[in-house]
Structure formats: C-alpha cells, structure tokens
C-alpha cells in the first residue's frame, strides 16, 4: 500500500473512533439527562405526597378530631349534669353532641368519598365523575357536562390520581364563580397519550396556590399540567398523562 493509502487508512481508522467516542459521549449524555429527570420528577412526586399528606393530616386535625374533643366535652358535661338532677340541660346538651357527631361523621364520609369513592371501585371511572358532577351541579346550580369514557383504558393508580385532578378542579371551579357551565373531558391526545381538560365559563383562576396544587397532582402521574384563561373569564385545565399510561 502506497504511503498516501495508509495515511487514508489511518484518517479513516482515527475518523471511525472520534466517531465511536462521539457516540458513547451522546449516549452517555442521554443517560445521563434521563437520569436526572427520573430524580427530580422523583423529588417532585416525594413533594407532592408529603404536601397532600400534610393537608389530610391538617384537615382531620382541624376537623374531626378537634369535633370528637368538643362532643367528649359535651357528654362529660352531660354526666354532670344528669347527676345534679339537671335533666333537661342534660338533654339539651346530648341533642348538641348528637347533631356535631353526625356532622363529624358526614365530613369523615366526604373525606373517604374525596380521596377514592366506592363508586369508582364498584362501577368505575365514569360513573364516579358523573356522581361527582351530579352533587355539585345541584348543589352549586351549575350545568357539569361529562365526557370521560376514554379514562377506563388507564392503569387503577392512574384512575384514582385523574380523579383527584378532576375533583379539584372541578371544586376550584364552583369556589371562584360565578359559573354557569363546566365541562370534563378525557380524551387520547394526537402523541397517544391522554389528556384531560377542565372548562369553566366563571372567573378567571387568580390564585396561584391552586394551581400550583394541581400541578402538583398531575406530577405524581408523571403529567403535563397548563392552565389557558380567556381575557374576559373562563380557566381551562390541562393535564396530559404519557401514552405508557394507558392499557394498564
């Protein structure tokens, strides 16, 4: 082989092995970027849990433990009262434990209801954002339309977490007002995935907490979360959840 042959030859030898390192430095990049964004959707999905935990642990403290304290009080009071012969205070006062007992119990129920509704293990997705949809549209006079069947190809974890979405903004909806129509929607989005979105026609979203909490949700899922708000009114809601997701 002539010189200029070798010289070719090891252009080509030395090209093919900037190039061989070329790759294993992208691939090793590539790793490393998935790496740090399976860390920090990690962190965010720690953070969210811990945040959600704290707003149980926040609402059953302020709630009905501080309500089964005052009924303890009541009914010692009570006790007092029938043996002093008090008869009649003593009634009165068992009337008011009973009715702040019956309270405690409805928002323990809510609470249960809130968190994963019989309905949605029972009868499934749809059925437990329509009865959602139900209780709030009659109790804050509010037309609620709903279109989620696509939801029933999500994983069981999948379902519950897109409920608690829903149900959050849906209450985030009614609180700001005021609202004469809201719409649910889950539908496969043009990537495979599936995308939720939340419409309401009241006031525009002004509180950045709220959001922020359901952006929080929507990490847990692994979900894309935006929120786009008309200029005269109105808030939609977005979460996409990735196309492995589905099919479980």
């Known amino acids: 082989m002539s ?15 900037a190039g061989a390192l070329w790759l294993l430095v992208s691939e090793r990049r590539r790793h490393q970027a998935v790496e740090a964004e399976r860390a920090r959707l990690s962190e965010r999905i ?10 149980l642990a926040l609402f059953l403290h302020d709630g009905p433990v501080q309500n089964l304290s005052g009924i ?32 405690t119990i409805r928002s323990l129920r809510d609470l249960s209801f809130n968190i994963e509704p019989v309905v949605l293990r029972d009868q499934g997705f749809g059925a437990a954002v329509r009865e959602l949809a139900n209780q709030l549209g009659m109790e804050h006079q509010v037309q609620i339309d709903v279109d989620v ?20 903004a849906l209450g985030q909806a009614v609180r700001r007002g005021p609202t004469s129509r809201i719409s649910v929607v889950v539908r496969e989005d043009d990537k495979g995935g599936i995308e939720t979105i939340v419409t ?19 990490a847990t899922l692994n979900g894309r979360f935006s929120v786009d708000q008309g200029e005269d009114g109105g808030t939609s809601v ?8 589905a099919g479980g």
């Open 238 to 245: 977005h979460v996409v959840l990735p196309p492995y997701t």
């Open 46 to 55: 720690i953070t969210a849990e811990a945040d959600e935990r704290r707003r």
């Open 72 to 103: 303890a009080l009541m009914l010692d009071a009570a006790m007092h009262a029938i043996e002093d012969g008090r008869g009649t205070d003593a009634a009165e006062i068992l009337g008011s434990a009973l009715d702040r007992h019956r309270d």
């Open 200 to 218: 309401d026609d009241g006031e525009r979203e002004r509180r950045k907490g709220g959001l922020e909490a359901l952006a929080e949700r929507a």
């Open 149 to 168: 069947e696509q939801a029933s190809v999500l994983g069981k974890g999948e379902q519950v977490g897109l409920y608690q979405i829903i149900r959050e």
């Open 3 to 17: 010189p200029a042959g070798v010289v070719a030859v090891l252009a080509l030898v030395a090209l093919a092995g």
